[in-house]
């Protein structure tokens, strides 16, 4: 069997994504979008174990859940670090560390003698799993700009977005028939399938003569350009208002449809995978509609959207569940209908610091959910008002930001052909 370049990947280069013939192109949506699901593959499946996980080390459940400290802290450094290096050294090497890095933590905490170890490692995959994401959303812009990069982002999402519904069912498979440690070998053989295509078929994606300086001051340069762009600067922030309201769903959903309106897990489940597959749809449909019309208006029609969501989820407070649950799709469709367009138009001008821009926009929203995690505690659980005006609040932000700061009229229409990118 013969690899497209299996003499050397060091010295060959895409420079764009015309160069991809349609059996490499589709090799590359796979890749990219195992690499996009490393972060929900770090921490989904793994949820069903923690009672399992706590009598093997002999600890609390409080203690378990702390150790998502470690995940947490992990993916924001993978993330603030990850893209701005591979700025400077390529794409290919950062990809590889990521999926091989990714590989060997998760395969250790099947051997980890400690819950210290355990979260130790947990921290490794999360730093990993974020640089892996990070590092091919680069790696889409280094191919594609505008239009093709949206159709692109599209076709990855078609498998990354299956990653939250597969997680939990393939971890709560494994620990009904196994121990818990069976998860982290299962996943460990994802991330060591992961890097065989990564070592097989990645060429690097940003040519010597683009990248940044690797001295600290080369780095900050790329953080000071994206920052000084105000469209990228404003689709920042609404990406991280609208993750923000995503969370408000989350840590409500639960306790709502099985306290309040008394579903059995296996109900709240199968209604959990209803939303899902929403979500899933939602994003598709994005990048579908983005065909026909300017991508950027259809992102203020979303946080319309979203603004009304959360009218009425609050209008609607005290009503049944199917009430509660259109609320709720229309918050989940206005989330995941702008999923390709924002980085499309994000890192529309940074070409050359496309993983700093990636850095940021995911470091952006790790933060705002954290901030966001004092609100969160104090939601109500016995009505969608709460989460309503959250929602409200947000997604009202949200569009007077893409009307004010990043002034939709003043984007170029992505469906015609853009002026070419200078370096």
Known sequence: MSFPFSKSARGLVYESGDQLNRKTFLIYIV????????IPYTIDP???????????????????????????IG??????????????????????????????SALAVFFAPSIEIFTLLRFSMALFAACGDVVARAIVRDLYRGQPMLRMLSRIFLIQSLSPILGPIVGSQLVGVGPWQSIFLAFGFFG????????????????????????????????RSVLRD???????????????????????????????????APEFGALFA??????????????????????????????VLGTLAGIFLVVTSGGDIWLAEIGFILLIVSFGAPATAIP???????????????????????????????????LSTTSTADVGWLALLLFGVSTAVMIFVVRPWNIPDLRRDLPAEAH
């Open 31 to 38: 890749m990219l979008a195992f690499s996009m699901s490393l």
């Open 344 to 378: 499309t138009i994000a890192l529309l001008n940074h070409g050359t610091e496309a993983g700093t821009a990636a850095s940021l926009m995911g470091s952006a929203n790790f933060i705002a959910t954290s901030i966001f995690a004092l609100v969160y505690s104090q």
């Open 230 to 264: 105000r469209i990228y600067v404003g689709l920042l922030i609404v990406s991280a208002l609208q993750i923000s309201a995503l969370f408000g769903y989350l840590n409500v959903v639960s306790y709502l449809y099985q306290d309040h309106y008394g579903l059995s």
């Open 75 to 104: 993916l924001a450094i993978g993330q603030i670090v990850s893209g701005p290096i591979s700025d400077a050294i390529g794409r290919r090497p950062m990809l590889l560390l990521a999926s091989v890095g990714f590989t060997l």
């Open 46 to 72: 793994y949820l069903p174990a923690f009672p399992a996980i706590g009598t093997f080390y002999g600890v609390d459940s409080n203690t378990i859940q702390a150790s998502l400290a470690g995940v947490t």
């Open 192 to 223: 060591l399938v992961l890097s065989v295509i990564v070592l097989f078929f990645l060429r690097e994606t940003l040519p010597v003569a683009q990248r940044r300086s690797q001295s600290a001051m080369g780095l900050l340069r790329g953080f």
């Open 274 to 303: 209803v939303n899902s597959v929403a979500l899933y749809l939602a994003v598709q449909f994005g990048g579908f509609i983005a065909k026909y019309f300017k991508a950027q208006w259809m992102l203020v029609i979303y946080m």
